[in-house]
């Protein structure tokens, strides 16, 4: 398990309240922070414990994973909101996500601060656990001693694993920090090599220390896979702005499938159709691809004619990639809604996120807010 402190800049109040999502499995409040949990978050706690069988063990293990990582991000939420945010948490498929939804881009040194929350809070766990073994030892071999023997496992092993310097964990974060702090300039391509060498010389020192070990081998295949092809895709684009999500061009082919087959689906008028397309595409987890299937359902909302929703959507989706694509939405629902003011300051936003005024002027819907 793993995880990825996102940083994400939050729109206003009225923008950044979160949509229902009819695919959720459970959804509810730590205290100011929401928190989505999906499903196959706990298939892959069950995948990652099936040593443990399917008896009792295995509940236990699956309630540790849970409060293991939601301790972990809670973390993360708490610095965010210190930073003036209003963070959400997620848990997905083999780890968790927080998305501080931030004013603006912290500085290095806040971003260095707000990933190393998430470890230090999973290690924080690890003690009290530990402390709870020492002065009111459990009877051995009973359920609780076990969940202890998980929560110090996991706190200790997952937080070390997060803080190797690999994007997207927790440590590649901090790592990224650092370069930017130093170098005062955006960092992400130098960032995602680094990843790559860190993943290649983990992958080897876990073979010539534990022999072959699939899982974790996996693992680090998979983050040098994708910081390789995050790094080349950088590299061919050129310069990237500063805080902007780096280019992966396996999400830009999964986002433009999901884009088709959900717009086809609207021109069908097969609403439910193009929602899944559009939700699968939001859950298959990173920024990019979650920020692109929020603004697919801001369009489908709109198209059915639910305008509150679709604001909803779009502003969420720009919270976490600033796209002229979900501005434009986002005040042509506000439009629709009958506030104006607040279309007009998302076309704003359009326009400062790249949208051409030439192209507001001409439509026949926005010109008249400009």
């Not at 414990?49 to 293991?68: D, E, I, K």
């Not at 706190?155 to 990224?176: E, H, K, T």
């Not at 949208?355 to 507001?360: D, N, R, S, T, V």
Request: include cysteine; glycine fraction near 10%; charge should be positive.
């Amino acid at each position: 398990m793993y995880s990825r402190g996102q940083c994400a800049v939050k729109t206003s109040r009225a923008m950044r309240a979160p949509a229902t999502l009819p695919w959720r499995m459970l959804s509810f409040r730590l205290g100011p922070f929401p928190v989505t949990v999906y499903p196959q978050f706990f298939l892959g706690a069950v995948l990652l414990g099936s040593q443990y069988g399917l008896g009792w063990r295995m509940l236990v293990w699956v309630a540790v994973v849970f409060v293991s990582i939601l301790f972990h991000e809670l973390g993360h939420a708490i610095v965010g909101r210190s930073l003036g945010g209003s963070p959400e948490i997620r848990l997905e498929m083999l780890g968790g996500v927080t998305y501080p939804q931030l004013r603006k881009r912290p500085t290095p040194l806040r971003q260095f601060v707000l990933s190393v929350a998430g470890p230090l809070f999973g290690l924080a766990l690890g003690g009290l656990a530990w402390g709870m073994t020492v002065f009111m030892p459990p009877a051995p071999g009973s359920w609780s001693a076990v969940a202890m023997g998980f929560i110090l496992y996991t706190s200790v092993v997952w937080a070390v694993f997060n803080l190797l310097p690999i994007l997207p964990l927790d440590g590649g974060q901090m790592m990224l920090a650092v370069l930017e702090g130093v170098r005062r300039k955006p960092s992400e391509t130098l960032a995602s090599w680094v990843s790559v060498a860190v993943s290649l010389a983990a992958a080897l020192g876990v073979y010539l220390l534990l022999g072959f070990q699939p899982w974790m081998l996996l693992w680090f295949g998979f983050f040098a896979f994708q910081n390789f092809t995050r790094a080349k895709a950088a590299r061919s684009a050129g310069p990237q702005a500063f805080g902007a999500p780096a280019v992966d061009p396996l999400e830009q082919v999964q986002i433009a499938r999901s884009t088709e087959e959900a717009r086809s689906a609207v021109a069908a008028r097969d609403f439910e159709a193009a929602l899944k397309a559009a939700t699968a595409l939001e859950a298959a987890g990173g920024p990019l691809r979650q920020a692109a299937g929020l603004r697919l359902r801001a369009g489908i909302e709109l198209a059915r004619g639910d305008n509150e929703t679709s604001a909803l959507l779009a502003g969420q989706s720009f919270s976490i990639v600033q796209n002229a694509e979900s501005a434009v939405v986002a005040a042509r629902a506000n439009l629709r809604a009958g506030q104006k003011e607040r279309a007009l300051n998302w076309l704003r936003r359009a326009v400062e996120a790249g949208a051409a005024p030439a192209a507001i002027r001409a439509d026949p819907e926005l010109s008249a807010l400009t």
